[in-house]
């Protein structure tokens, strides 16, 4: 079955980094657009970024993540440099086309900013 296991979590000061990695299973991992996701307390899961035929990123994030894959791995990252208190979130990743089709997710991963 599709699983997702998200992990690289943590508590980091303004201005710090931080790697999220996301091990994939249970498709064809190389076929498919892979995107991170965040939902930070009381608001909805939004779109970080997105690796498929192009990379794309949301308006709040450009400049400072970037997204990644290892196919041969099965495994999508994220690297979040110059973060700050708004992106405390929960981060999860997941096919980019469950926005249209629903799927399962993951257990996600916390990333709090904080001083």
């Known amino acids: 079955q599709v699983q997702f296991v998200e992990s690289g979590g943590g508590l980091v000061q303004p201005g710090g980094s931080l790697r999220l990695s996301c091990a994939a299973s249970?498709?064809?991992?190389?076929?498919?657009?892979m995107s991170w996701f965040r939902q930070a307390p009381g608001k909805e899961r939004e779109l970080v970024a997105t690796?498929?035929?192009?990379?794309n990123y949301a308006d709040s994030v450009k400049g400072r993540f970037t997204i990644s894959r290892d196919n041969a791995k099965n495994t999508l990252y994220l690297q979040m440099n110059n973060l700050k208190p708004e992106d405390t979130a929960v981060y999860y990743c997941?096919?980019?086309?469950?926005?249209?089709?629903?799927?399962?997710w993951g257990q996600g991963t916390q990333v709090t900013v904080s001083s």
């Open positions: 249970g498709f064809a991992f190389s076929n498919y657009g």
């Open positions: 690796s498929g035929g192009t990379t």
């Open positions: 997941n096919r980019a086309r469950v926005t249209i089709v629903p799927g399962p």
